[in-house]
């Protein structure tokens, strides 16, 4: 599966903000999937991941309550609305396939494949 990110931007703090994946295949289902963030001078890290359905998902405790992850099967998307944005979440943000599909429980994925990563700045 090939993934495509897009959303990215400068922002306020407070602002909201959603980043949108999309996905080339008919696999797509068959993941779960996720977005991980990567601050300069930072290693990526986990921020969330949803299952097939949708209907379960997990978040990093940075992000729990003020993003959401959610998908469209239908349309090979994968989106993650995220709001009260605050300067720490400046980063560049990737979304990934796990071919584990333990994304969605906080188990460690097996990332498949990487989107190319979309900035999000966010200014004091």
């Not at 999309?22 to 601050?39: C, E, I, L, V």
């Not at 099967?73 to 979304?95: G, I």
Request: positive net charge; glycine residues 12%; proline residues 3%.
């Amino acid at each position: 599966v090939q993934l495509q990110a897009s959303g990215g931007g400068l922002v306020q703090a407070g602002d909201s903000l959603r980043l949108s994946c999309a996905a080339s295949g008919r696999t797509f289902s068959n993941y779960d999937m996720g977005w991980f963030r990567q601050a300069p001078g930072k290693e990526r890290v986990f921020v969330a991941g949803v299952n097939w359905t949708g209907k379960s998902t997990y978040y990093a405790d940075s992000v729990k309550g003020r993003f959401t992850i959610s998908r469209d099967n239908a349309k090979n998307t994968v989106h993650l609305q995220m709001n009260s944005l605050r300067p720490e979440d400046t980063a560049v943000y990737y979304c990934a396939a796990d071919r584990s599909n333990r994304m969605h429980s906080g188990g460690p994925p097996i990332i498949a494949s990487w989107g190319q990563g979309t900035l999000v700045t966010v200014s004091s």
